[in-house]
């Protein structure tokens, strides 16, 4: 698309759909010229290789193309609907440790008659309770950084989470993509009897409502806020947001990164929408509690969607990240921030991590984050101190200089030209090309 790109127009009301449900509506922008041409294309994947959806708005599809379509749609539904697993689960659980078998191709708890079927697979035997707690560890990643892009928590973070959301005093968590912290909640409420909170998650990898029940799980694309079980899976989140009048309920959504920052947004406000609906008093003004857990990179896309939200200073880690993982310094920190709505001074980080807070931000920040004078503001966005340029008006990163052709701080080492000020797609500065919010 050269200086041009993607805009996103969103869901529209007559969208056709592929496997992964109704698809965006797109458009083709280049600069200075008029709109390109409308099209479809697949919500969760940005990649063709996984989801070669593709329609012209204004394109008439044949009938045999048309039942080619719901033929493939039907085809790529999982072998076995949500009730089956629920099912089969009950019976696999009846079964001695000796018949408990996972099929590690087919990502599938197998029953006895279903062995002589996957003899050739390579499965896992000796199932425990113990595993079947913890399907994350027992699944494989998925791994596909555009459309799944599975890194979960590392405990640390996990744990973290879990022990600010008591901390906070909320009951409920609508976990949105975030199966580490749904499995961990869901261990702790069936071994502690004192232990009250619940949690509900709404993931895009149904291999998950093997081990949750219908109340537990409910497949979901946060990308086009699809409910793949229909109105009956709607019910459940609706009715889950509803418990004790909406209160004391938090949604925690840890999406792929490289996902589009306008489609999670429209989702995660018709969530909020849902969870208003629950008409109480006061509630029209309020936003539902949010974690969402995202590069801080995107921050000021964050911002425009949702004008009340703050970022922190903890660093999320991940597990199974090559790069996002805890005690790395300098550039390979993790730069995984939480955004919230919840006031700021109510989050308390960590002090042994090295956060400290702020008397004046009012917020606690990491220990290199120093408060500047002249912005009034603990200015470091990824943990390192910054720097103060009277020039720009800023605080910059400590390896960026003033120049003085290009008008602004920068790396020392780049060319002078306007474009290398932003991104290549969109021309916002903040990014790089690879994660450009409009690219698709």
């Not at 079964?95 to 996972?102: A, E, G, H, V, W």
């Not at 409910?227 to 019910?235: N, R, S, Y």
Request: some cysteine.
């Amino acid at each position: 698309a050269g200086t041009g790109g993607l805009a996103l127009l969103g869901l529209a009301p007559s969208a056709p759909s592929c496997p992964h449900g109704p698809a965006l509506l797109f458009v083709k922008t280049s600069q200075g010229k008029e709109e390109g041409r409308r099209f479809y294309a697949c919500s969760a994947c940005r990649d063709r290789k996984d989801c070669n959806f593709f329609q012209w708005e204004d394109e008439k599809v044949s009938e045999t193309r048309l039942a080619a379509r719901e033929e493939y749609n039907r085809n790529h539904r999982p072998p076995f609907t949500h009730r089956q697993n629920v099912e089969r689960y009950k019976n696999f659980v009846l079964l001695p440790l000796s018949k408990r078998r996972f099929c590690q191709e087919c990502q599938q708890l197998l029953l006895p008659a279903e062995w002589e079927k996957h003899s050739d697979h390579q499965f896992l035997c000796d199932i425990s309770t113990a595993q079947l707690k913890s399907p994350s560890q027992l699944l494989y990643p998925l791994e596909n950084k555009k459309m799944n892009a599975q890194y979960l928590f590392a405990g640390r973070s996990c744990r973290f989470l879990l022990d600010l959301i008591i901390d906070l005093g909320f009951r409920r968590v609508l976990s949105v993509g975030t199966p580490r912290l749904h499995e961990m909640i869901q261990s702790k409420a069936s071994q502690e009897e004192d232990f009250k909170v619940r949690s509900l998650l709404l993931d895009i990898d149904f291999r998950y409502s093997q081990f949750y029940t219908e109340d537990e799980f409910c497949h979901y694309n946060m990308f086009n806020h699809y409910f793949f079980g229909g109105e009956a899976a709607l019910e459940t989140c609706r009715k889950f947001l509803y418990q004790d009048n909406g209160e004391r309920v938090i949604m925690v959504t840890d999406p792929p990164f490289g996902g589009l920052v306008e489609a999670l947004a429209s989702s995660f406000k018709k969530l909020i929408a849902m969870w208003k609906e629950t008409e109480k008093e006061g509630h029209n003004s309020r936003e539902m509690p949010m974690f969402w857990i995202f590069p801080y990179f995107f921050e000021s896309r964050i911002l425009e969607f949702f004008p009340s939200f703050a970022m922190m200073d903890y660093q999320v880690d991940y597990d199974n990240h090559a790069l996002y993982k805890h005690g790395k310094t300098g550039r390979r920190q993790s730069p995984v921030r939480i955004f919230t709505n919840l006031t700021p001074s109510m989050i308390v980080l960590p002090v042994e991590e090295g956060y400290r807070f702020c008397t004046i931000c009012q917020r606690y920040v990491s220990s290199g984050n120093q408060h500047c004078e002249i912005c009034n503001s603990c200015t470091s966005k990824d943990g390192r101190q910054w720097k103060h340029c009277i020039l720009c008006n800023k605080c910059v990163k400590p390896s960026w200089f003033h120049c003085s052709n290009c008008n602004c701080c920068t790396l020392p080492n780049h060319t002078c030209e306007k474009t290398n000020a932003g991104c290549f797609v969109c021309g916002k500065a903040g990014h790089k090309r690879n994660t450009c919010p409009s690219l698709s």
